[in-house]
């Protein structure tokens, strides 16, 4: 089945964890995104990678970092020193030549 | 800075009522626009985009320049159209999107 896989799928942690969520791709594309979606704000850019060992901030990109070592998969880590990261966390990607985004499962994170 | 809004968190209307979902950006040249929805327990999809033209689900969009306005509308609503809709423009050079905040479509039957 092709397409965007995120995992876990929920995802419990403890106040001064770092944690990883992972999101893998087999639809060949350059492009991978991360945001993060809560209630009455919409989808908000974390980071944003367009080609392999690159990756840009996104409009709320502090408390988060993000590595993209091979084409097909975009983790991003959500630090301790993300304030407030009980969120759903969605993962997408698009090919260069092309606007269209598309989207993963997502993954809910709770800090408890 | 590109900006989308949405105005309405929440549109409820009745089965077989018109429906416009309203969306207005600011871009300065010419964008490209999205809606994507995201129903109950699916991921976010792309429902349709202005460059293509096409009716999906009995919805359609067009862009207005002079109003900078890119709103939905269905003239019969479902049931199964109860969902989130997002209106998103392109974020410029790179591939970003600039999403709104999301409309709510509940239809009642």
């Known amino acids: 089945d092709g397409g965007i896989t995120q995992s876990p799928k929920y995802l419990f942690r403890k106040e001064g964890q770092n944690v990883t969520l992972s999101c893998e791709q087999n639809?060949?594309?350059?492009?991978m995104y991360w945001y993060r979606q809560d209630p009455g704000q919409g989808l908000r850019l974390i980071y944003y990678s367009q080609i392999v060992n690159d990756f840009q901030k996104g409009d709320i990109a502090e408390g988060y970092s993000v590595s993209r070592e091979k084409k097909e998969s975009f983790p991003l880590t959500v630090t301790s020193a993300q304030k407030n990261p009980t969120a759903f966390y969605l993962c997408a990607s698009s090919p260069m030549e092309d606007n269209e985004q598309f989207f993963g499962p997502g993954t809910r994170l709770t800090v408890l | 800075a590109q900006r989308v809004t949405q105005p309405e968190k929440l549109l409820s209307v009745f089965k077989g009522a018109p429906v416009e979902l309203k969306c207005n950006y600011s871009y300065s040249g010419s964008p490209e626009l999205f809606w994507y929805v995201q129903y109950s327990r699916q991921r976010l999809q792309l429902l349709l985009r202005h460059i293509s033209r096409e009716s999906i689900k009995g919805f359609t969009a067009d862009l207005n320049k002079g109003e900078t306005s890119f709103h939905l509308k269905k003239p019969f609503a479902q049931e199964e159209d109860s969902a989130m809709y997002y209106c998103?423009?392109?974020?410029?050079?790179?591939?970003?999107?600039?999403f709104g905040t999301g409309t709510l479509l509940a239809v009642q039957p």
């Open positions: 639809l060949n594309h350059d492009a």
């Open positions: 998103a423009t392109e974020g410029g050079a790179t591939n970003k999107l600039i």
